[in-house]
């Protein structure tokens, strides 16, 4: 786990903390699709992505789920952190983009460090400022974007997220993300393959990067 912990927050953490994170920390290694954290739990530990990437989902009040933001190495989930020390239950889900390893560290560190580590502190401020904006920028596009905008920027999203131009998701899986219809995400996709942006596979989604149109 040394390793693992040097090579994504070693640039982050002073040695004294990483040891620490190395003495208390417990390895989670999950497949793409697992649950890690899902509505109205109680968190008891904090998660530290080491690889892969995961996705964190709102929920409204007929059960509908909405894509907030992805997490990426070196991140951690603002809305964990918040549960973790209000201990109150989680109000987001997140899912496994792809397999995904992550250190996880118990609550009660949380405080301990947030006093004894500038550096932890200044990760745990970071870290809600960017869940923050990222939030705010999905607002803004629900807001100000029209369907195929955003389709665009979540399919963007998706490509440098799995580092690979073939995206492999439903047209349902992308409805439910983008909070909207199959036959919408459908159509829109037939559109964009029309127009040269992607090609439509039986079971993928090939982006044609050369023909990305500016949003």
Not at 53 to 70: H, Q, S
Not at 78 to 86: F, P, S, V
Not at 158 to 170: C, D, E, L, P, R
Not at 178 to 193: A, F, I, Q, Y
Request: proline share 2%; net charge negative; aromatic share 8%.
């Amino acid at each position: 786990m040394l390793h693992a912990l040097q090579q994504s927050y070693g640039g982050l953490f002073e040695k004294a903390l990483i040891e620490d994170i190395n003495q208390v920390g417990t390895i989670k290694e999950v497949p793409e699709g697992f649950l890690l954290i899902d509505f109205g739990q109680y968190i008891r530990s904090m998660p530290l992505l080491v690889s892969g990437a995961i996705k964190v989902l709102r929920e409204d009040t007929d059960g509908n789920e909405l894509l907030l933001y992805f997490l990426e190495q070196g991140e951690t989930c603002a809305m964990t952190l918040n549960c973790c020390l209000g201990q109150t239950k989680s109000q987001i889900r997140a899912i496994a983009e792809t397999d995904t390893k992550l250190i996880m560290i118990p609550v009660e560190k949380m405080e301990e460090w947030t006093g004894k580590y500038r550096s932890w502190r200044n990760y745990v401020f970071e870290s809600y400022h960017n869940r923050l904006m990222e939030m705010l920028e999905s607002i803004d596009s629900i807001a100000f974007l029209r369907m195929d905008q955003r389709l665009l920027k979540y399919l963007r999203e998706k490509v440098q997220i799995n580092q690979n131009k073939v995206i492999h998701a439903t047209h349902q899986d992308i409805a439910d993300d983008l909070h909207t219809s199959r036959v919408v995400v459908s159509r829109l996709l037939k559109s964009l393959e029309n127009s040269g942006v992607i090609r439509l596979h039986r079971n993928n989604i090939e982006v044609l990067e050369e023909n990305w149109p500016n949003l």
